[in-house]
């Protein structure tokens, strides 16, 4: 079946310290892979994206590479900022089911903490 | 251009009653999927719906049902609550794979779910 795995919080860091949250997952088929953010009290909004192995994705200085050899989408980030704290969720989309992409598996989410 | 809309965004009911909760999509967008968030379980996947059909379904009791409208409109709803139904609801809505976009799932900002 399919599944996320991503290390468990919190993670405190440093202003301008570098960030690293690992993700692997479990899946049948060709996933797409997703990392989602989610503020205090707000829904997930996509941070970044790969839909096959070896695409990098980017965003807001985050990064995350699709490696299928080790089932894994680590994010990164070099520098990141105290706007950066919240939940960082790791996902997999179910293989396409026709119309969509189907439902989304999701890791159990780290929090991430920065200090000035 | 507006973005996933989930109304109420608070809600507290009583154990028994039935609740009904509401998402609108993002203009042009077919698939809607619901997604319930607990701080034990995390993001567990509820149902999905594509063209006013539900196209897949999560592991929950038959008290969770939901619909689609011809406007992609969807509602859910949750019969006999219990105490550990209280949680946090998200909607996301996705073009679907034929629309020539990127199927991405975007999530609405959540109704809080609170069962006393």
């Known amino acids: 079946g399919n599944s996320v795995t991503q290390m468990e919080g919190p993670v405190t860091l440093s202003e301008e310290a570098f960030l690293t949250i690992n993700c692997t997952y479990t899946a049948t088929g060709y996933p797409s892979l997703f990392w989602y953010v989610q503020y205090p009290g707000e829904g997930l909004q996509l941070l970044l994206k790969a839909t096959k192995a070896d695409d990098k994705g980017s965003n807001k200085g985050f990064e995350a590479t699709y490696r299928k050899e080790t089932t894994s989408f680590h994010l990164e980030k070099g520098s990141v900022q105290v706007s950066d704290s919240a939940v960082y969720f790791c996902?997999?989309?179910?293989?396409?089911?026709?119309?969509?992409?189907?439902?989304?598996?999701f890791g159990r989410g780290t929090q991430l903490t920065v200090w000035p | 251009k507006a973005g996933v809309t989930q109304t109420p965004r608070y809600l507290i009911k009583t154990r028994g009653q039935q609740v009904t909760l509401s998402c609108s999509p993002i203009s042009g967008h077919r698939s809607v999927s619901w997604y319930q968030q607990t701080p034990g379980q995390g993001l567990q996947f509820l149902f999905e719906y594509f063209s006013e059909t539900q196209r897949n379904k999560g592991n929950f009791p038959g008290r969770f049902s939901g619909r689609q409208f011809s406007n992609s409109r969807s509602e859910m709803n949750v019969s006999t609550l219990e105490l550990g139904d209280s949680a946090l609801y998200l909607c996301?809505?996705?073009?679907?794979?034929?629309?020539?976009?990127?199927?991405?799932?975007?999530f609405g900002a959540g109704t809080r779910l609170s069962v006393l």
């Open positions: 996902a997999l989309s179910d293989q396409s089911r026709g119309s969509t992409l189907g439902r989304l598996y």
């Open positions: 996301a809505s996705s073009p679907g794979l034929a629309s020539g976009r990127e199927d991405i799932q975007y």
